[in-house]
């Protein structure tokens, strides 16, 4: 490969790497209203991330979130994971309902209420532990 095709190559995968980031991870819904209040009613346990496609501690979080959903088939039986963006949602009801100040954050919940949250971690062993919570409720 010459030069200036690898530095071509090189800009458009650059270019189009964002394009790509605010994309869902398989298995994950997109928050829209009602989507959270009807899995809850329906009887499912619910992982709500406020994820901004732009912010490091989200993009750490949601590949900690994909490697625990891909060692633990039962997280996915058991939980909805519900992305909600939170340059779109972030003066939102639901948002405001969960007293939610900040992108990072993520919330299990059930039918019961708030089972957990974790503000900025990016800790596998602590989203491990709230997805764990989240299963054990489910049940």
Known sequence: MNRRDFLNLTTTITLAAPLGAGRLR?????????????????????????????????LAQGRILDTLR?????????????????????????????GVEKRGTLVALTKKGEVGRLIGATQTSQIKALLDRA?????
């Not at 009613?41 to 406020?50: E, K, Q, S, Y």
């Not at 039962?74 to 639901?94: E, K, N, P, S, T």
């Open 26 to 58: 398989a298995g994950t819904l997109d928050y829209r209203p009602g989507v959270v209040s009807q899995a809850l009613l329906a009887g499912r346990t619910v992982l709500v991330d406020f994820h901004a496609g732009w912010c490091p501690t989200c």
């Open 70 to 98: 891909a060692g633990n088939p039962g997280y996915d039986r058991q939980i909805d994971f519900i992305v909600a963006d939170w340059d779109r949602h972030r003066d939102g009801a639901m948002t405001d309902a969960l």
């Open 135 to 139: 299963l054990s409720a489910s049940v």
